[in-house]
């Protein structure tokens, strides 16, 4: 089945700006490359800041979408674990150049604050996911915990076109190793 219209601007836009950029992407090779015309393109999202919106919220719904279908599909006590196995098949898949977020907070930090806004705000639903994983496997609210997975994955994430994925993903579990859910209390 064909795409639609939007979802193949969906498709090549997300391609275009995360292997050349947000900036450097204009609208009229967005257009031509996804076959439409440009008036289809704002008919769909009224403007680029729009699109890149779109696209930013889509790619991160289907990440997160992955990291619960991981940590639901996890035993008992391997939640972080879950998450951090189906992070690293991301950054080996899907995540070659880093992190298409992180890239639209440092483009649009002084260009468009709303955007490096709806950045941060999606990095904060992964962190509260992480919490949640946290908090699956000791039973506790653990915020230092939590902060500190989040740095593992997003260092790893921002270092995979420095290091590669495979040399990022090995860090990864390296580090996991030192970020150990205390035991839960006996009478909990």
């Given at each position: 089945m064909r795409p639609s219209k939007r979802d193949a601007v969906l498709d090549t836009a997300e391609h275009l700006f995360y292997h050349e950029g947000f900036h450097a992407t204009g609208i009229d090779r967005l257009a031509s490359e996804a076959g439409v015309v440009r008036m289809t393109l704002y008919n769909h999202f009224g403007s680029k800041d729009a699109l890149i919106e779109a696209v930013l919220e889509r790619r991160y719904s289907r990440y997160m979408d992955d990291l619960r279908d991981a940590m639901a599909q996890s035993g008992p006590g391997n939640a972080i674990q879950a998450l951090a196995e189906r992070h690293c098949s991301w950054l080996s898949e899907s995540s070659t150049h880093g992190?298409?977020?992180?890239?639209?907070?440092?483009?649009?930090?002084?260009?468009?604050?709303?955007?490096?806004?709806?950045?941060?705000?999606?990095?904060h639903r992964l962190l509260t996911l992480i919490a949640e994983a946290v908090e699956t496997d000791t039973g506790?609210?653990?915020?230092?915990?939590?902060?500190?997975?989040?740095?593992?994955?997003e260092g790893a994430n921002a270092l995979v076109p420095v290091f590669g994925s495979d040399h990022a993903i090995?860090?990864?579990?390296?580090?996991?190793?030192?970020?150990?859910?205390?035991?839960?209390?006996?009478?909990a």
């Open positions: 992190c298409i977020v992180i890239k639209a907070i440092g483009e649009y930090e002084s260009h468009n604050p709303a955007i490096a806004a709806l950045g941060r705000r999606l990095k506790t609210h653990d915020t230092d915990m939590s902060e500190q997975l989040l740095m593992i994955f090995r860090h990864v579990h390296t580090l996991l190793d030192h970020v150990r859910p205390r035991e839960c209390p006996a009478d």
